[in-house]
């Protein structure tokens, strides 16, 4: 009896904007003991050059396998772990096993990993993020935090601080989802953004679509101004590639390019160091 009223109560999730209270407080607990449990997983999303179609790394996206319940999606538990503040020790078993993950890569390979706005503010962020970085031997270089706008705007001054401290050990910041979130424009100048990443719903039939094609034009020409990469989310059709490669965006990210998938299943070639041509180039 109580474990269907759990099911009913998981399958209200996923048609509810609001989670009712109840609910919630059932997936809070579970997400505090998710990390011990081993119940989180990451999987892997290439981002690629659209000029060249190289592979230049991987973001890093969480994983909920329930053991009643199944996979639970991102968009439905991050909201609610962010309520209760253990999206603080989530991510950073979320940080850890990214950084640890691509050290196993060809050197470079970069690993994007998204941080809420709780996580950013949260005491001592950091110095945990620099410890993972020494306990794993990643190079800063590597490591690239995507931010969201809504993660800006709750304090923008310690916000700032805390990119500007995250820079300062070489790490990148890419501004994640632009375009849907709060005052875009001001945030791009404000922050030290390294990269900007539209939000797929402009991409979507970017090739078909007239308005859609100048929004990206738009960002697209903002990005240069700026001296900031571009990368488009949600490539979907070869359609919309060919639009965003003809219009000289750098890099895109999508199912059409490849989609997540766990570490195991990445593909050898592209993790391992050629060492066929890097012989061929000292030659
Ligand atoms: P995001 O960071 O903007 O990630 C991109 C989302 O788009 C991912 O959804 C990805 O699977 C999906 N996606 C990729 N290619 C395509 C495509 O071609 N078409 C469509 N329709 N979707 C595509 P996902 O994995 O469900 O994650 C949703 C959101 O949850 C993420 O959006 C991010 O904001 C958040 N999230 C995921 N993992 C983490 C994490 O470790 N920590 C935090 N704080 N947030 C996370
Ligand atoms: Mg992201
Ligand atoms: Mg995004
Ligand atoms: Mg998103």
Same mark, same amino acid.
């Given at each position: 009896?109580?474990?269907?009223?759990?099911?009913?109560?998981?399958?209200?999730?996923?048609?509810?904007?609001?989670?009712?209270?109840?609910?919630?407080?059932?997936?809070?607990?579970?997400?505090?003991?998710?990390?011990?449990?081993?119940?989180?997983?990451?999987?892997?999303?290439?981002?690629?050059?659209?000029?060249?179609?190289?592979?230049?790394?991987?973001?890093?996206?969480?994983?909920?396998?329930?053991?009643?319940?199944?996979?639970?999606?991102? @968009?439905? #538990? %991050?909201?609610?772990?962010?309520?209760?503040?253990?999206?603080?020790? !989530?991510?950073?078993? =979320? $940080?850890?096993?990214?950084?640890?993950?691509?050290?196993?890569?060809?050197?470079?390979?970069?690993?994007?990993?998204?941080?809420?706005?709780?996580?950013?503010?949260?005491?001592?962020?950091?110095?945990?993020?620099?410890?993972?970085?020494?306990?794993?031997?990643?190079?800063?270089?590597?490591?690239?935090?995507?931010?969201?706008?809504?993660?800006?705007?709750?304090?923008?001054?310690?916000?700032?601080?805390?990119?500007?401290?995250?820079?300062?050990?070489?790490?990148?910041?890419?501004?994640?989802?632009?375009?849907?979130?709060?005052?875009?424009?001001?945030?791009?100048?404000?922050?030290?953004?390294?990269?900007?990443?539209?939000? @797929?719903? #402009? %991409?979507?039939?970017?090739?078909?679509?007239?308005?859609?094609?100048? !929004?990206?034009?738009? =960002? $697209?020409?903002?990005?240069?101004?700026?001296?900031?990469?571009?990368?488009?989310?949600?490539?979907?059709?070869?359609?919309?590639?060919?639009?965003?490669?003809?219009?000289?965006?750098?890099?895109?990210?999508?199912?059409?390019?490849?989609?997540?998938?766990?570490?195991?299943?990445?593909?050898?070639?592209?993790?391992?160091?050629?060492?066929?041509?890097?012989?061929?180039?000292?030659?």
């Amino acid at each position: 009896r109580a474990k269907s009223e759990g099911r009913d109560t998981y399958r209200f999730y996923e048609h509810a904007m609001g989670i009712e209270a109840r609910s919630r407080r059932i997936m809070e607990h579970e997400l505090r003991h998710a990390v011990t449990r081993n119940e989180f997983h990451l999987v892997y999303q290439p981002q690629k050059k659209l000029d060249t179609g190289e592979l230049i790394g991987y973001e890093a996206l969480l994983r909920w396998q329930h053991p009643e319940r199944g996979n639970v999606s991102p @968009g439905i #538990f %991050i909201p609610v772990a962010e309520e209760s503040g253990a999206i603080v020790p !989530i991510g950073e078993w =979320v $940080l850890k096993t990214a950084c640890q993950a691509a050290v196993s890569w060809k050197s470079n390979l970069m690993v994007a990993v998204n941080v809420s706005a709780i996580q950013l503010h949260s005491v001592n962020f950091v110095q945990t993020v620099h410890r993972i970085l020494l306990e794993t031997g990643l190079s800063p270089h590597r490591l690239e935090i995507e931010i969201t706008e809504t993660a800006l705007v709750r304090d923008m001054h310690r916000a700032l601080t805390t990119l500007r401290q995250l820079k300062a050990l070489g790490i990148r910041v890419a501004m994640d989802d632009f375009g849907t979130g709060y005052s875009s424009l001001s945030n791009l100048r404000a922050f030290p953004f390294d990269k900007i990443k539209i939000d @797929g719903s #402009f %991409i979507r039939q970017v090739d078909t679509n007239e308005q859609a094609a100048t !929004i990206v034009r738009a =960002v $697209l020409g903002i990005g240069r101004g700026l001296g900031l990469p571009v990368l488009a989310e949600g490539v979907e059709t070869s359609g919309e590639l060919s639009f965003l490669a003809k219009e000289l965006c750098q890099i895109g990210q999508g199912y059409y390019l490849g989609r997540p998938s766990p570490l195991d299943d990445l593909h050898e070639d592209d993790l391992r160091t050629k060492e066929k041509s890097a012989d061929a180039n000292a030659a």
